[in-house]
């Protein structure tokens, strides 16, 4: 990742860590457990933003580069990789 | 939550948090796309693991105690939140 | 369930049922996998809406009324159940 | 889709349809709502998995093909319908 995408992405994951850090000061302090199952869960959700913005990014530079090289089996290779592992 | 269930928890969550951290510095030193995908899945793997172990104990000890109580409309309440937000 | 939600979930399950097998004739009838994939995923995110409405209305008549009879053990391995098979 | 994988799809989609039907019928009979959930899961879960079987085929046919006859820009843009609708 390269430029702005690699930025955005970086400060998003920054948050994301924050995020949980939180997460667990709340589970010293003992706070109520359905606020942090939601507090939980929305770090899940971020992460599987940057997941997906992560993917695209990936399609639209490795994954055309690869295809442009003519090695459309490690570019199947890899896509069956990730459905193995349920990236979306 | 208390005693064992809460160490672990702890335990998992500052896993999950330097298993991230990790990720963050992949991306910082443009480690290959699918290796960072795979590292993010696999903590988001993690957090909804830790988030099975809260609610399982969340039901065990505070809505098992709050349905003793007669709260029956909160627990449906809370429990409505946790579809909502699709927590399992 | 019973009256106009039970009327309602019946209507959707008719539904899919329809859609289900206009996407097994699309594959007999050798049409273009993508397209397919995109029905199918339409069915799936259908099901999913049934089950939360089946799930939701359990919430409130039956699990209620286990609630009120003091059942909170049945209730909670319920839950549990629930849990277990990602049912949300 | 051909062959053997074609053969074993229609298959699965027929058992998914009855066991569908056997939902819908289950909910007209006034069935434990419990129990209707955990068979509308099992048939999401069995379409979930004829999804993956079209998906890997496609992969392995189709878009291969695609790829081989320099459409990068077409896969590509197929791949990501597929993110945008959660097909995995």
Same mark, same amino acid.
């Given at each position: 990742m390269q430029g702005p995408k690699k930025e955005?992405?970086?400060r998003r994951l920054k948050t994301a860590v924050g995020h949980l850090k $939180?997460?667990? !000061?709340?589970?010293?302090?003992?706070?109520?457990?359905a606020?942090?199952?939601?507090?939980?869960?929305?770090?899940?959700a971020s992460l599987e933003k940057i997941s997906?913005?992560?993917?695209?990014?990936?399609?639209?530079?490795?994954?055309? $580069?690869?295809? !442009?090289?003519?090695e459309e089996e490690e570019v199947i290779a890899e896509l069956k990789?990730?459905?193995?592992?349920k990236i979306k």
């Open positions: 955005d992405t970086l $939180a997460v667990e !000061r709340m589970v010293e302090a003992d706070k109520y457990c606020d942090v199952l939601l507090q939980l869960q929305a770090v899940i997906s913005i992560i993917l695209e990014n990936h399609l639209e530079t490795c994954l055309r $580069a690869a295809m !442009r090289r003519g990789t990730f459905m193995k592992y």
